[in-house]
């Protein structure tokens, strides 16, 4: 079967411009969400996936396969990796752009299984912007940042209003989520205390 893929992006984009107040590269990113199931300190069963801004625009994310994201005996799911993927991506577009988007679509491109205990090197970059669509793609590398690539991902994000998540989603947890993201704005101004003081 041919692997041969459409242009990428599909539509003519203007370069995506990281916002001025975007983290620098070096910078770990925070959880967004502690619940979240791709980041999340309190999802058990979650992706715990970490993510560093890199140089460029270009994020780098990792996590490790457990027993808990199975499809087969002893390999990843792979509705699981794109969910690592939809993560990875969302916190490239989240924290460079800082615009509010939420994924409109996600493809994955599967090269390699990718078993239980091993870690996947997750590097995104962001592709373009086409008013509220943002473009972005990323390669996972298999136990090591230059390993083999095992999946690939292109993805489409829709600029929302804020308003998208309190109409449609837990106005609690959103008091949650806006806490968390205070918090990881206090811990990279420490951080940056203790590096310029
Ligand atoms: C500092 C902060 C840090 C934060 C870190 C955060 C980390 C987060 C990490 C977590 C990450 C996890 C993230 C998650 O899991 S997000 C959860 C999964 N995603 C969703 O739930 C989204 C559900 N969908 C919607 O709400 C609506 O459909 C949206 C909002 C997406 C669009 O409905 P809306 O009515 O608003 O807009 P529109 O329909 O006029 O579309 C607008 C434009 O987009 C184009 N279009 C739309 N869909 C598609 C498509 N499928 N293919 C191709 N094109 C598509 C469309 O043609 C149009 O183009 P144009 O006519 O303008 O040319």
Redesign the pocket.
Known sequence: MSRVSQPWPP?AVEPAVPHPKAPVAGTELGV?FNE?F??GDEADAGLHLRSTVGEGQVVHSRFTVTAAHQGAPGLAHGGLLACAF??A???AV??LM?RPA????LETDFRRPVPVGSTLFIETRLDGV????IYVSADGHLDAADGPIAVSARA?F?V?AFD?FST?GDPEALEKLAAQ?EKNQREREERGWEINP
């Not at 939420?102 to 679509?105: A, D, F, L, P, Q």
């Not at 086409?130 to 669509?133: M, S």
């Open positions: 539509v967004h979240c791709g980041c939809d993560e991506l969302g916190s989240g924290n800082r939420v994924t409109g679509k086409a008013g509220r669509k489409l829709i929302v998208h449609h993201h």
